[in-house]
């Protein structure tokens, strides 16, 4: 089982016996009187020969207790939907770049500043893209960054949002509003950098994890990259990290395409 705040994913390649953690696990939670929100839970299936099928919306039963009275065996029957495209995790959704982007960038779009008798300065529209915007942008991104295409859509429409705040009489260049002040930028921060950044955060991490569980997995998925799709040769070291996985999303995690991308782009 993954739980991170109220949300939780149980693995399984058997469905009745995911089914029996489910119960187990809903009465275990019940006995501390929480309770399970099933119109919000969803069956992940791949490769699976029950899924999909010809049904419309096909979905699990799936068993629960009485939260009233977890100690009785009798259970209720719930219907669960069934995704076979891809599994969202603290709303999230997981190697699915072109939903994750659509989220976010509905996140970008209803953001404006506010509308004073006056406008604002510089210094004051940076704190409010800083605290009101990357504030619920940057965990999603740690969680799952996006490839840099996406990364880059969302500077351009955060750029147009400030250029039409602003009200220049011309359209300078994007980059511009993303350099540090020292630099003679505005000084905004970068959704791009700050994706990069998380990527090759997030790549390290699980090289070097502190479970040797998840280390082992990560080394494992690095060597098949390594042999599998860059000829024995390791994509992180130089020469091989100059040649671009783009391409490979596929085949290979999306967060780690994102974090050799970026350390190709900056020579590391």
Known sequence: MIEAMDDSLIVNSSLPTLLTLAEHADRFQATYGWETEWKKSYVYAYNSPLYPNSSAAPFVLIPSVN???????????????????????????????????????????????????????????????????ISKLRPRLALQPLPPRYAYRLNSLLAKKIHRYLSFPFRFPNYLLFLPVSDRGFGFPSISALNSALAVAGLYRDLNHHQPTFKSIAATSLADWTCQYNACNNPLQPPAIDHAHIGQYKALPHAWITAQDALRQLQL
């Open 67 to 133: 939260p009233h009275n977890p100690q009785q065996m009798q259970v209720n029957e719930n219907p669960v939907s069934v995704i076979t495209s891809h599994t969202t995790f603290l709303r999230v959704p997981i190697d699915n770049p072109e939903l994750h982007f659509a989220l976010l960038q509905d996140i970008m779009t209803s953001f404006d500043f506010p509308l004073l008798h006056k406008r604002l300065p510089i210094t004051a529209l940076r704190r409010i893209v800083t605290q009101s915007l």
